[in-house]
T-cell receptor
Framework: GQQVMQIPQYQHVQEGEDFTTYCNSS?????IQWYKQRPGGHPVFLIQ?????EVKKQKRLTFQFGEAKKNSSLHITATQTTDVGTYFC???????????FGTGTRLKVLA | DTGVSQNPRHKITKRGQNVTFRCDPI?????LYWYRQTLGQGPEFLTY????????KSRLLSDRFSAERPKGSFSTLEIQRTEQGDSAMYLC?????????????FGSGTRLTVV
């Protein structure tokens, strides 16, 4: 079945360092979404990318959708302790109404 | 608060008991989803409603699981004869239609512990 994988699984960074998580789908996606889940919290929607090669920025966060629409990345510049959490990508499962969530990347920021 | 509301927040039950969870979505959202999340994993799809119609149900769901959304408003998820493997966070989410670009709005979840 359709799978969405993310690497790395965990990442520890010093505050101020950059961070990148990569998302890969086994199938071409019509769009991709990114969510952040704080420890003990629930996933919160960050952004949706639709176009091939699309790049969107939200302050220190940069999201990119691959040319083939099978991969995506999230880059955080100069991490802060408030960036701690797990970042999930999610893609729509073809022929269904649901989104399949990736395995997540857990970010820890050391002050 | 106009977000997605889930009750109860926590539920501890003995194996073999039945449990029911409730979700109140954002009123403007006609799409409602149930997901299950275990520690260290991403949310796993369980079922989907558009208005009152249940349009999709995961093969992960055994016959012990049932969900309803009467009148297209709140939804309930019932688990009969609970097993220890059912212990997880049960997340409800609502959304506008696809292409709206707003993603899911998740509730805070119901954490189920089966002892």
């Amino acid at each position: 079945g359709q799978q969405v994988m993310q690497i790395p699984q965990y990442q520890h960074v010093q505050e101020g360092e950059d961070f990148t998580t990569y998302c890969n789908s086994s199938t071409t996606l019509s769009n991709i979404q990114w969510y952040k889940q704080r420890p003990g919290g629930h996933p919160v929607f960050l952004i949706q990318l639709v176009k091939s090669g699309e790049v969107k920025k939200q302050k220190r966060l940069t999201f990119q959708f691959g040319e083939a629409k099978k991969n995506s990345s999230l880059h955080i510049t100069a991490t802060q302790t408030t960036d701690v959490g797990t970042y999930f990508c999610a893609g729509p499962a073809s022929g269904t109404y649901k989104y399949i969530f990736g395995t997540g990347t857990r970010l820890k920021v050391l002050a | 608060d106009t977000g997605v509301s889930q009750n109860p927040r926590h539920k501890i039950t003995k194996r073999g008991q039945n449990v029911t969870f409730r979700c109140d979505p954002i009123s403007e959202h006609n799409r409602l989803y149930w997901y299950r999340q275990t520690l260290g994993q991403g949310p796993e799809f369980l079922t989907y409603f558009q208005n009152e119609a249940q349009l999709e149900k995961s093969r992960l769901l055994s016959d012990r699981f049932s969900a309803e959304r009467p009148k297209g408003s709140f939804s309930t998820l019932e688990i009969q004869r609970t097993e220890q493997g059912d212990s997880a966070m049960y997340l409800c989410a609502s959304s506008l239609g696809p292409g709206q670009g707003y993603g899911y709005t998740f509730g805070s979840g119901t954490r189920l512990t089966v002892v």
